[in-house]
């Protein structure tokens, strides 16, 4: 179980983000400038179907390209620049629009294992009596947030996926989603950030979890969790956390967020060793988690900001965002309480012992199944390899068998299923913690 989880952890390395679109257009001259990650386009990675350039079959053309000058980037994209033509649309009242391109600028970044940004800038002219715009691209280019910049009132904002093309929105302005509209765009954006993309989030959950699967131990810890990450996540939102940035800048020459990183994957591991030795909430653990939700919360931010939130409705989005990122919390909770749930009643007592031995048994064979399958409906669900979360469940199904099986010892469940898992969860966060300080 370890080494199947533990093999996960790369994932972070090269983590897919949104490219951000932004348009400008007056008296029939457009200019569009979007943020883009070159490498995996020219690599042809489809970025529509994982969560991380590593997981990617080609991910080794793609390391090869990130080693690669700027200008050497630029100069590829130059000549990529037909293809991406092609799967780039761009409509003036239904009609398409030719964009030349007008320069390509290759971001420096000092670290090779994190994503190195470019901005495509390209021009276009359209009617002049034209009403409304759409844009959209090929679904292998994977998210495109496209902003409507220069206009007098409520310019528009939206967030495109699966290659779908944008609603009309207005030339001069005025095509602004509603609260409503923006409320229900962002739930979606937060649930993505945890299943699937949040492995470190998911742990973190998961090590709540596994200290007691009873309700009163497990509803202190996620909603102490949940306050926590809530006032950080709308503190960064706001503009509030921006001096902590400055002060880390100014005098280590690094950013917060890669502080923040290596303890979210400290806290994971904390709370998974606490596992280990306590059977229930200790007088410190509360705080402690109080603690970790605020360093979560500010991880949250940061996948918000790429995204960024729309001027017109900054509350409903931020809220949005984080009732997706609940939602996705109390998913991850209730399959795996479903996953061990048999085995919890077995060890309270309940003489079910062989239809819970079979459910486990063949519940195993499919996780095993599906890992071997590897079907790709399941690849698009999970944005990477399945095994990547069948494996772990896999793993968990068997010592939930086992568990049945020697149901006469004393706390079976406990010794058995919670704390091999959190043994599992507190080496991936350790590793998480080396990989994002030393490596």
Not at 62 to 87: H, K, V
Not at 274 to 291: A, D, T
Request: aromatic share 10%.
């Amino acid at each position: 179980m370890i080494t199947l989880i533990v093999m996960t952890a790369p994932l972070r390395a090269h983590e897919v983000m949104p490219s951000v679109l932004n348009l400008s257009a007056s008296n029939g001259e457009m200019t569009i400038v979007i943020d883009i990650n070159a490498e995996a386009m020219l690599a042809s990675i489809n970025l529509s179907e994982i969560a991380d350039t590593d997981a990617a079959e080609n991910a080794q053309d793609y390391d090869a390209l990130r080693a690669l000058s700027g200008q050497e980037i630029a100069d590829r994209f130059g000549a990529y620049w037909p293809t991406f033509a092609e799967n780039f649309t761009v409509l003036a009242d239904g009609v398409p629009v030719a964009m030349e391109q007008s320069g390509v600028i290759v971001l420096p970044t000092e670290n090779i294992n994190v994503v190195r940004q470019s901005q495509i800038r390209m021009t276009g002219t359209y009617p002049v009596d034209a009403d409304s715009f759409q844009i959209g691209w090929a679904p292998s280019y994977g998210t495109l947030i496209v902003r409507q910049n220069d206009v007098a009132q409520a310019p528009y904002t939206g967030t495109l996926t699966n290659g779908e093309l944008s609603a009309p929105f207005l030339v001069n302005g005025g095509s602004a989603q509603s609260g409503a509209q923006v409320f229900a765009s962002y739930i979606p954006i937060g649930f993505d950030h945890i299943v699937p993309k949040g492995l470190d989030h998911i742990l973190f959950v998961l090590g709540l979890f596994f200290l007691a699967a009873r309700m009163k131990p497990l509803l202190v810890q996620v909603s102490l969790f949940t306050v926590a990450h809530t006032i950080t996540l709308a503190l960064a939102a706001l503009g509030y956390t921006a001096f902590i940035d400055d002060f880390f800048l100014g005098t280590f020459g690094i950013e917060f967020i890669a502080v923040v990183e290596p303890l979210i994957a400290l806290s994971i591991t904390y709370v998974a060793v606490e596992n280990i030795y306590m059977k229930g909430l200790s007088p410190w653990r509360p705080y402690v988690i109080f603690g970790f939700g605020l360093l979560h919360g500010l991880g949250f931010a940061s996948v918000l900001a790429e995204f960024g939130l729309p001027e017109n409705a900054f509350i409903p989005a931020l809220i949005g965002f984080n009732i997706g990122v609940e939602v996705g919390q109390l998913a991850v909770i209730a399959v795996m309480f479903l996953c061990v749930w048999q085995a919890l009643r077995i060890d309270r007592g309940k003489n079910e012992v062989t239809q819970g031995f079979a459910l486990y048994v063949v519940l195993f064979i499919a996780a095993i199944a599906l890992m071997a399958l590897n079907p790709a409906p399941l690849q698009t669900l999970t944005e990477g390899p399945v095994w990547v979360f069948a494996g772990p469940l896999a793993a968990v199904f068997a010592l939930c068998a086992v568990s049945i099986r020697l149901r006469d010892r004393v706390d079976a469940y406990r010794h058995l299923v919670a704390v091999p898992a959190s043994v599992a969860i507190a080496t991936v966060g350790a590793y998480w913690f080396v990989e994002r300080v030393f490596l």
